[in-house]
């Protein structure tokens, strides 16, 4: 083992823990595991306190040596809260390596559904012990043998699944940022006071509130009306990227996107000679409540703007001042979907003859709204209209998981493109050990895309379509709404919606409808917990596969879902099931659910 110069470790230690800086070195930076791919280490945190007096000071030091050379962090802890507080800490600090929960986001090729581009979009976040967790989006580009490569050509991504330490990604200027989420990236090509915009009205209009004392108050940004005028500019100066410490005064910073997966929006014109220009926007949400626009081009970054709903921006102070914060603020943390009204359907995007681009998303754990803004111009966005769940026609609207889903449906005599979600997430789901009833979330909705108003919706009580008697739709739906349109004539034939009861629905729509009142027929198709002594909860949605045998004649639809628990994943003694159920009434809707 080699120490570096001037550490103060020795290999001539000795005594009752003369050794555990040393040892604590050794855990951090050599491979504890050779049969694992990649460098398995450990960091050792160090918590001490209730010192006698003696000596105090150089028990300190050697303690805070361990912690330094573990790659940890050394606690003082003296009392029974301390100690916890300083364990829950050392959790969260474990968990502090780079990440990305979701799937990146690819460049798709507009013309040709068959194809994609070869531009890839990661969200990447690091965890912190506090709350202001770091994140970014980096671009990187998919070669001809599928593999992920950086700017220079080289791999990016390791077999082992990782980042490679000398890869440089797109938009990154000077620098291999490797594994590193905060170096280069979109986040390092950020400037402050530009095109940073909320909007504060209900009705639809330009997106452009700057964001200063006089338009954005103190009550908005969640602070005391006693809080002092320094602080609120302290505020609104990091809501527009304004730094104090660094030398240009611009913070170039993007916060954590956990669960907010970037979207590519396509943009197809004509040139001037006739050929086709296919350009695009990446946008992607953080969780300190900005949802940012910028230019899907390897080559060339460009930030079209960053807009951060009303609702979010109490969510800055806890960015700004969340060092140690223990619980978790989230932000624009939910699915996002968008809708090119593409009139005569060749593809591009029209202006001139009234064609539009709307993106929506939603919280998850952010809160109860949906969003839609008018993205026809990206560089003059539109606020279009929310939804507020608890209020008016979603009063059972809970935390917005599911994501908004495109369908083409039958509508009193008519072919209408609408938005299908479920009800969402209620909180109180967090603690159940069993199945229990909820008001909140449990409901399927059916939504005008243009205008955001509810068209139809199914619960178990007071909606369109009641589903109770034998079986009652009485828990949350987080899972996106799946379609099915088996006779491929572009109009939804039924869909499924799995629910956190462990239940799995099917609706049947009614291709004469008169409106809302006879829209759909529907019922239970499965239920997990009807046998199982294990609670049984379905937070997405069923993949499903059409299967025929043609040696017995057989031709049914699989649905393939599995269980789990995501508020807890941990949890002792869980016990989660994967599901195949058959469907084999394919055309019509069953006799009996």
Not at 98 to 120: G, I, K, M, R, W
Not at 169 to 191: F, K, M, Q
Not at 426 to 454: C, F, W
């Amino acid at each position: 083992i080699n120490f570096p110069t001037g550490s103060g470790l020795t290999h001539n230690c000795s005594g009752s823990g003369g050794c555990a800086d040393e040892l604590a070195y050794f855990l951090n930076n050599y491979d504890q595991n050779l049969a694992l791919p990649g460098k398995q280490i450990i960091r050792t945190f160090v918590i001490g306190g209730f010192f006698d007096g003696n000596g105090d000071q150089s028990d300190i030091r050697y303690m805070e040596s361990i912690a330094h050379h573990g790659g940890g962090e050394y606690y003082s802890a003296s009392d029974y809260q301390s100690i916890v507080d300083a364990l829950q800490r050392t959790l969260q600090e474990t968990s502090d390596v780079p990440v990305t929960f979701v799937a990146p986001a690819v460049a798709a090729n507009s013309y040709n559904s068959l194809e994609h581009l070869d531009q890839l979009f990661y969200a990447m976040f690091v965890p912190q012990a506090g709350n202001n967790w770091n994140g970014n989006l980096k671009s990187y580009r998919l070669n001809s043998a599928g593999e992920v490569v950086d700017a220079k050509g080289d791999l990016a991504i390791l077999d082992s699944g990782i980042f490679s330490k000398e890869s440089q990604s797109y938009w990154t200027e000077g620098i291999n940022d490797g594994e590193d989420v905060v170096a280069g990236g979109a986040a390092s090509r950020l400037t402050s006071d530009y095109k940073i915009f909320t909007h504060l009205e209900t009705r639809a209009g330009e997106i452009n509130i700057l964001l200063t004392r006089n338009t954005i108050s103190k009550t908005l940004l969640g602070l005391p009306e006693n809080s002092s005028a320094e602080l609120h500019q302290q505020m609104i100066d990091w809501a527009n990227r304004k730094s104090p410490v660094t030398e240009d005064g611009i913070r170039r910073e993007m916060e954590d996107p956990i669960h907010s997966r970037p979207l590519v929006v396509s943009y197809n014109t004509d040139g001037s000679n006739g050929e086709k220009i296919q350009q695009g926007v990446v946008f992607v949400g953080t969780n300190s409540g900005y949802l940012h626009a910028f230019k899907a081009d390897k080559k060339e970054f460009k930030n079209y703007f960053s807009y951060i709903p009303k609702e979010l921006l109490s969510n800055i102070p806890s960015y700004v001042d969340g060092e140690n914060l223990l619980d978790k603020t989230y932000g624009i943390d939910g699915p996002m979907n968008y809708w090119h009204m593409d009139i005569n359907r060749n593809g591009q995007l029209d202006i001139d003859q009234g064609e539009k681009m709307y993106l929506f998303f939603g919280l998850r754990r952010g809160g109860r709204q949906y969003y839609a803004l008018d993205i026809t111009n990206p560089d003059k966005p539109k606020y279009a209209w929310q939804i507020n769940g608890g209020e008016g026609d979603y009063k059972n609207l809970g935390q917005t998981w599911s994501n908004l889903v495109l369908a083409k449906v039958p509508w009193n005599g008519e072919e209408k493109v609408v938005l299908l979600a479920g009800g969402g997430y209620d909180p109180a789901e967090d603690d159940q050990v069993k199945r229990t009833e909820h008001s909140m979330g449990n409901s399927v909705y059916m939504i005008d895309p243009l205008t955001g108003k509810r068209l139809w919706f199914a619960s178990n009580n007071n909606s369109d379509l009641n589903l109770f008697a034998d079986h009652s739709m009485t828990s949350s739906i987080t899972s996106d709404i799946t379609t099915v349109d088996f006779d491929g004539d572009g109009i939804s034939d039924y869909f499924f919606v799995s629910d956190l009861g462990g239940r799995i629905w099917r609706f049947d729509i009614n291709k004469s409808n008169q409106g809302k009142g006879n829209f759909a027929s529907a019922g239970l198709i499965f239920d997990a917990n009807s046998e199982s002594n294990h609670y049984q909860r379905f937070y997405y949605a069923p993949s499903i596969s059409y299967f025929r045998d043609e040696n017995n004649n057989d031709e049914y639809l699989s649905l393939a879902i599995g269980s789990g628990f995501r508020a807890h994943p941990l949890a002792p003694n869980g016990q989660d099931s994967f599901y195949l159920i058959k469907q084999r009434s394919l055309t019509i809707a069953p006799e009996r659910y």
